[in-house]
């Protein structure tokens, strides 16, 4: 396998599981030393032995722990992978404000505080930063008005990062990922089974239906869409919003099965 990032450090956030897990792995396969950030306990622990890298436990909403990650990167960052997320089904006329303010602090000012405190070292030579944003920032479903919020800011806080650092020789890009096989999709098709008196592979497979090519994605593949980003091959990429969601917003209806 060629070695695309080979020596270059590679920071990713909520490590453990998932999007970022699979991204972490597949960063450390092409020659990136990486560091692992998150909450995954023993999950960030296993993840970080398979990519050989090193995992540091913490919480993107504390200045102290992202300080510690940024830490062991040094003396050298060329690559932020923000991943870390949480969704709480919620509905525009009945948030709460501590939901609201939950999501928001995880999703968009956690992405803007790692990305803050990582600039300086990216600076030096020049990098990658990628945040993980969702189509729910141009399409969102009900119950998410939080999260599609928070989404939609990522795209808004990527897009002002490549302006900004451009020159510093810094790319800054988001994924725009639909619905993927991790824990949190599951965790969403366990709400809607339990509320439609169904199981959570009925509810999977509901969604599927839905989109154009038939199936959810696998971690793998949004890994590899990250990896892209990274990647030299992406060298004049910056500013942009790669949606990966199977075609997940063409159908208008479910397709016959």
């Known amino acids: 396998m060629a070695s695309r990032l080979a020596g270059r450090t590679t920071l990713v956030t909520g490590a453990g599981t998932g999007i970022g897990r699979a991204t972490a792995l597949l960063f450390a396969k092409h020659g990136a030393r990486v560091v692992l950030f998150g909450l995954g306990g023993d999950d960030l622990d296993a993840a970080a032995a398979e990519a050989g890298g090193h995992a540091v436990h913490g919480d993107v909403t504390r200045v102290g722990d992202i300080a510690k ?14 991943a870390a997320g949480l969704i709480v089904p919620d509905q525009p006329e009945s948030v709460s404000d501590d939901v609201w303010a939950r999501t928001l602090d995880v ?8 990305c803050r405190a990582a600039l300086p070292l990216l600076k030096q030579r020049g990098g990658a930063i990628v945040n993980i944003a969702s189509v729910a920032a141009f399409n969102a479903s009900p119950g998410s008005a939080s999260y599609a919020a928070s989404k939609a800011a990522v795209v808004a806080y990527t897009r002002s990062l490549a302006y900004a650092h451009g020159v510093d020789g810094i790319r800054a890009n988001a994924v725009a990922p639909g619905w993927v096989r991790t824990p949190m999709s599951a965790y969403e098709m366990g709400l809607l089974a339990h509320q ?3 199981s959570v592979e009925s509810e999977f497979r509901a969604v599927e239906r839905r ?11 949004i890994a590899a869409c990250c990896l892209f980003l990274a990647a030299d091959e992406a060298s004049f990429v910056t500013g942009a919003v790669l949606v990966a969601d199977g075609g997940g917003r063409s159908p208008s209806h ?3 099965v």
């Open 107 to 114: 999703n968009l000012t956690g992405t803007m505080r790692m």
């Open 254 to 256: 479910n397709r016959a």
């Open 211 to 221: 989109i154009a090519l038939g199936r959810m994605a696998e971690p793998t593949e």
């Open 69 to 82: 990650a940024i830490e062991v990167c040094g003396p050298r960052l060329d690559v932020v992978v923000n």
């Open 196 to 198: 439609n008196d169904t």
